[in-house]
């Protein structure tokens, strides 16, 4: 029998292998019979013996504090197994791909040609568990709520078999996004419960539904094995360009910064039989909020995941207010917690902000941004964790995904990064699985400042680590029932409250002539939508589409569906914000320009004629470029034909009402479209048949616009890259302006006391 044969033989095994001892008035212990761990008993009492020892060691002993246990176990480890506790792998999917970024193998073979069960242990995360003493893992994928479990189970028994016994921190990003095509019923479950994009609940103005989405999101989360979330994304998206500004509460700080409270909150909160003391427990999830100190402010728009947009930049002086979700939300909250466990800085290097040291590097590698200003300033002493893949190499390409992103400190070693981040105050590497080069910097750091220094510099981040893992009970059980975990995942009260959360998110900005809502069984024109030839965010190539935009049988339940303009009483346009690109353009580099080109939130051609004539920041390097202006250049938007179905819908209906829902991942320049439609109803990522109920009135609309929709690109241009509430917002035919907090019901604008909580400061 081959060694492969015998380790996934093991791995079988440990599926069904998991044993459980209970103690009365305390944890139930849950441990793997082939890990070599026994159990002890002092005071009538049960603990794991986890390092094998026959005694009870204090980070044992689930009777002390966490920050007791976490500070024993830290002065027991090697520099080895804590040089492993700072890694964070790269993503794994279960099972693994077999092809792309995310690809792995299964004794050397594909996933589909090893005969593998999908919840099997891959050779790379067998080479990171055992060779790197890695402890964090971050899920992408999984195949089913059972699966994962399984997969978790796994995973803890090969780590609880080695060394201390440290258990796995496994995490996800966010992974409660709505599917679009998929019908709610209100008495069956799904595979997770869906809930609006983070906009979206930014759009309902209520903490409240926020809060209970970390409620719910925290079981699932337990449920399938995880105990850090990646998120909340808590940066104020203050210029309106930036792609990720879906993936925030919006532009507003006083909005951003009760959500982020109430998200934590949610997270991290146990209560009843589940809590274990100071509010944490089964329950809880470790928040990992991001991006310090704000990465909504990137030049032009653009973003630091590539190359082309390194730079953020404060054009209105205003840096402090980008701190605010930080430290008055998710490190201020209202539960027991206290403040978020964990912290991730962005990738940007925040230009001219380091008044101590003058540096213009990468946010974690900033000592001022890090050390003076998160750490002794603010008082955090919770992980900080770097952005994914901050310390490889960059590549020669500057709009691609899939490079290294060391800027500000290009011209260092990969060991040169880790040592200069952990000097700044960091904890942890994000995407990274080898543990070499944290090995290479602890060299580094004796060699500087003396062995007894580095060890206890290594073992700070060793006790926030490993206190994030005691606080959770990993350490007395980690192990998951798969039947149970199935049960809690998409249970269908959870998926009610989900669907609920969307309906409150959608926002309607326009209902000329009371056109909605649309009652009795009407006959509805839907187009088509095309869409080009392209590529996604990791430069993968997408195919040319012509596809219905909406699940037609959701859609048949509410209206007659026709192909026919003629026959029908109104029609309906599924539309998508302007997507113009990364800004940045290979080919005008090619052709001899700088390479940067605008990003653009009109549907049209844009023409560049106000943007600045020199960049405020850029690379002095002979290999970059210093002035990144795109003035007077032009960009064509990939989904132009957005516009024209709304424009060839009004055309065809003859004079009959035409409806646009429109899917809002930025704002958008509507006035290209607006005095075409009667109606128009925005989302920010929901189910299609949330829209029908709207749209027919079983649902009155509720939500709000988290940001301003500009009136035209002159605007989106002139306005600062770090201030709020600076465009000149649309007006529409009607006179409504369609500025943040603005929004209709079926009696007109709405006002209430969101509005007056959150109205935008003039």
Not at 41 to 52: I, Q, S, T, Y
Not at 216 to 231: F, M, N
Not at 480 to 494: I, T
Request: charged share 25%; hydrophobic share 35%.
């Amino acid at each position: 029998m081959s060694e492969q044969t015998k380790t996934t033989e093991r791995e079988r095994e440990r599926t069904d292998d998991i044993r459980y001892v209970a103690n009365p008035n305390g944890p139930t212990l849950g441990y793997s019979a082939s890990s070599g761990v026994n159990i002890l008993e002092a005071d009538g009492l049960k603990f794991k013996d986890l390092n094998k020892d026959g005694a009870l060691q204090p980070y044992e002993d689930w009777r002390l504090s966490a920050d007791e246990r976490a500070k024993d176990l830290a002065s027991r480890m090697s520099v080895e197994q804590i040089a492993g506790l700072m890694l964070y792998s790269r993503h794994q999917s279960i099972p693994a791909s077999s092809r792309g970024w995310f690809a792995s193998t299964y004794g050397g073979k594909p996933y589909e040609e090893s005969g593998a069960k999908p919840w099997e242990l891959t050779d790379e995360q067998r080479e990171f568990l055992a060779k790197d003493h890695l402890r964090h893992v971050l899920v992408t994928s999984v195949e089913s709520p059972e699966v994962a479990a399984r997969w978790n189970n796994l995973v803890q028994a090969y780590a609880e078999s080695t060394g201390l016994g440290i258990p796995a921190n496994n995490s996800s990003d966010p992974r409660h996004g709505s599917d679009s095509s998929s019908e709610f019923n209100a008495g069956s479950g799904g595979r997770i419960s869906m809930w609006p994009e983070t906009l979206g609940l930014a759009a309902t103005f209520d903490p409240e539904i926020t809060r209970k989405f970390g409620e719910i999101a925290s079981k699932e989360y337990r449920a399938l094995g995880l105990a850090t979330a990646l998120s909340p994304q808590i940066d104020i998206a203050t210029d309106p360009r930036w792609f990720r500004f879906n993936g925030t509460f919006g532009e507003d700080s006083r909005l951003a910064t009760d959500l982020a409270r109430a998200y934590v909150d949610g997270f991290q909160t146990s209560e009843g039989e589940a809590e274990i003391r100071g509010g944490w427990g089964y329950d809880s999830v470790n928040a990992m909020v991001k991006h310090w100190p704000g990465g909504g402010s990137g030049e032009g728009g653009r973003d630091a995941h590539f190359g082309c947009g390194k730079y953020a930049v404060y054009p209105g002086g205003n840096f402090e207010e980008h701190l605010k979700p930080f430290t008055e939300g998710a490190f201020r909250l209202e539960g027991r917690t206290g403040e978020a466990s964990a912290v991730m800085p962005y990738y940007t290097i925040s230009v001219g902000q380091d008044p101590a040291n003058g540096e213009n590097v990468g946010n974690s590698y900033s000592a001022y941004l890090i050390g003076d200003l998160l750490r002794e300033k603010y008082g955090y002493d919770g992980v900080v964790c770097t952005d994914w893949l901050i310390t490889a190499d960059e590549t020669a390409s500057k709009d691609t995904f899939l490079s290294g992103k060391c800027w500000g400190v290009e011209g260092l070693t990969v060991a040169e990064r880790h040592y200069k981040a952990l000097l700044a105050g960091v904890d942890q590497f994000g995407g990274n699985n080898e543990i070499e080069p944290v090995l290479e910097a602890y060299r580094m750091g004796v060699a500087e400042h003396g062995e007894e220094a580095m060890r206890a510099r290594f073992e700070r981040s060793a006790v926030r680590l490993l206190r994030n893992m005691f606080r959770l009970g990993l350490f007395e059980n980690p192990y998951l029932d798969p039947e149970k975990s199935a049960s809690v995942v998409g249970k269908p009260e959870f998926m009610r409250e989900g669907y609920e959360a969307q309906l409150k998110s959608i926002v309607l900005l326009k209902n000329k002539n009371a056109v909605l809502p649309i009652r009795g069984r009407k006959t509805v024109y839907v187009p088509k939508r095309f869409t080009p030839a392209g590529k996604d965010w990791f430069g993968n190539p997408t195919p040319e589409k012509l596809e219905v935009p909406v699940n037609l049988d959701v859609v048949r339940k509410y209206f007659n569906v026709t192909d026919n303009p003629e026959e029908a009483d109104f029609g309906l346009v599924f539309a998508d914000s302007p997507k113009s690109g990364w800004g940045y353009s290979q080919e005008d580099a090619d052709n001899g320009g700088n390479g940067y080109v605008p990003i653009s939130l009109q549907y049209r051609p844009y023409t560049a004629e106000f943007a600045r004539e020199t960049s405020l920041a850029g690379d002095p390097r002979e290999t970059d470029v210093l002035n990144r202006s795109y003035k007077g250049k032009t960009v064509a938007t990939h989904n132009e034909s957005d516009l024209d179905a709304v424009l060839e819908t009004r055309r065809r209906m003859a004079g009959k009402p035409v409806v646009v829902s429109l899917l809002l991942s930025n704002p958008a320049v509507v006035a290209e479209f607006e005095a075409e439609a009667d109606a128009i109803v925005a989302n920010f990522g929901v189910q299609d048949q949330a829209i029908l109920e709207v749209l027919t009135g079983a649902v009155e609309p509720s939500g709000l616009l988290p940001m301003q929709m500009p009136a035209d690109m002159r605007t989106v241009e002139e306005q600062l890259e770090d201030v709020a509430h600076d465009m000149r917002c649309h007006v529409d035919e009607e006179g409504h302006v369609y500025d943040f907090g603005y929004g209709l019901n079926w009696s007109g604008v709405i006002e209430d006391e969101r509005t007056r909580r959150y109205g935008k400061r003039r």
